[in-house]
């Protein structure tokens, strides 16, 4: 056995592409997680022009009983070369983010580990139902009996209770409750206002908007069944219109301040992007955008203390402390919009010096500044282009690309993402 003590050589993040997100039940339900993945790898691998990544990682988060291993089933469908290792990863809205940083991580090019292929995928219209636990048991122990009588024997062990199905939601398992509800709960602890949620929704539809009509999405989705753009942003909406919204997770206390205008919707899309070396990004097309990955920070919090979708804010501040940076330094913030309601709270979190000090463990907080609201989310967030669980992380990390290299070189970029279970992920990127 060899070992190489040279050092490991800078990461490298390029934009990739992905499909339009649709609304669940809308203009993709037809595709499942498989097929919605494979047109955008087969658009990325033809960028190598015959060439082929050194490996892939692919993630989806809602379970499917036909495959274990999504990453190698969509290589496989899409035509790669049988010779790519490939495996599935999951931490629910972080997925594909994840994916990129464990790709981060292999990368090494005295091993022959350049050029990795990331992404995800999600159909929310394509969830595949389970039996209940039970019920699989009865069905195994059926499957089993040898003669006619045993199966009639077996046949009437089944109990009527037993005849339950498992419907996956959206739901934390250890508490029961929604993201929704549980935002809920966090937005009346920071005493977030609905004005400002949903003054942060227009912005996300009227920036998403834009960016399309200006060009800013043409080389980052493909089409896909006649589809050629995200369904999702409105352009008519409005403040009048939003404020009319009844609470969709709190319908009972007259104090609910999360709408479905205000939320992101369940949505189908697949997303990809590329990690690798200087040497494996000479792989790709000279006008590929990309940057360099500096550092990335995961957090987790007990969020039966704090919110569940507040590890963000830990994570970001011990980013950029172990960097010596402030806010200001940070020339572009894309922030995941799970519900803008869990944006302005993590903002208020990040200017609260007792937050940063007593929760987060930061010296002399006062140092970071005021947040750059203007900077956030130029091209539209989550609220308005959709998240589909698996995708989300490659789609904002390729829209985080595109931006940030198209700023002055040196610029900094920090991309945020809250997930379920009281985890996030955020990644410092920097123009080259």
């Known amino acids: 056995m060899t070992t190489s003590n040279s050092p490991r050589p800078e990461v490298w993040l390029a934009a990739g592409v992905r499909t339009p997100f649709a609304k669940v039940d809308g203009a993709l339900a037809g595709r499942d997680a498989l097929r919605l993945s494979v047109p955008v790898v087969r658009a990325m691998l033809a960028q190598l022009q015959g060439g082929q990544p050194d490996f892939a990682v692919w993630g989806c988060v809602a379970p499917n009983l036909t495959w274990s291993n999504l990453a190698r089933e969509v290589l496989m469908e899409a035509g790669a070369p049988a010779t790519i290792p490939a495996f599935s990863t999951v931490m629910a809205c972080s997925t594909s983010m994840v994916g990129a940083f464990e790709a981060a991580g292999m990368i090494d090019d005295t091993r022959g580990r350049s050029l990795a ?41 089944l109990k009527l209770r037993d005849l339950a199905i498992y419907l996956p939601s959206v739901t934390n398992r250890t508490t029961g409750l929604s993201m929704g509800e549980h935002t809920e709960i966090t937005a009346k602890q920071w005493r977030i206002a609905r004005a400002d949620q949903d003054r942060l929704a227009l912005d996300s539809h009227q920036r998403a908007v834009a960016g399309w009509e200006r060009g800013f999405f043409d080389d980052l989705v493909i089409s896909i069944d006649d589809v050629t753009r995200d369904g999702i942003p409105r352009g008519d909406t409005s403040l009048e219109k939003l404020a009319k919204l009844s609470p969709a997770f709190d319908r009972t206390s007259g104090q609910g301040t999360l709408s479905a205008g205000n939320s992101s919707p369940l949505t189908d899309g697949a997303a990809a992007l590329w990690v690798g070396s200087q040497e494996g990004m000479e792989k790709l ?64 979190a990040l200017e609260d010096e007792t937050f940063l000090r007593e929760k987060v463990g930061i010296d002399m907080p006062g140092r970071f500044g005021s947040f750059p609201r203007e900077r956030m989310n130029p091209n539209g967030g989550s609220t308005a282009l959709g998240h589909p669980f698996g995708a989300t992380g490659a789609r904002i990390l390729s829209q985080a690309i595109k931006e940030t290299a198209a700023l002055p070189p040196g610029s900094f970029a920090i991309v945020s993402i809250c997930a379920d279970g009281g985890q996030g992920s955020v990644a410092l990127l920097q123009a080259g």
Request: hydrophobic share 50%.
């Open 117 to 157: 292929l990331v992404g995800g995928a999600e159909s929310m219209s394509r969830v595949q139902l389970g039996l209940g636990q039970n019920l699989s048991d009865w069905m195994r122990g059926f499957q089993k009996a040898r003669s006619l009588g045993q199966k009639l024997s077996h046949a009437v062990e």
């Open 285 to 348: 097309p000279s006008a590929a955008h990309r940057v360099r990955l500096v550092d990335w920070e995961l957090a987790a919090v007990d969020f039966r203390v704090e919110g569940l979708l507040m590890a963000p804010a830990f994570a970001i501040p011990r980013l950029l402390a172990r960097h010596g940076l402030r806010y200001d330094d940070v020339a572009l913030w894309e922030i995941h919009e799970a519900f803008t309601a869990q944006v302005l709270f993590h903002i208020k």
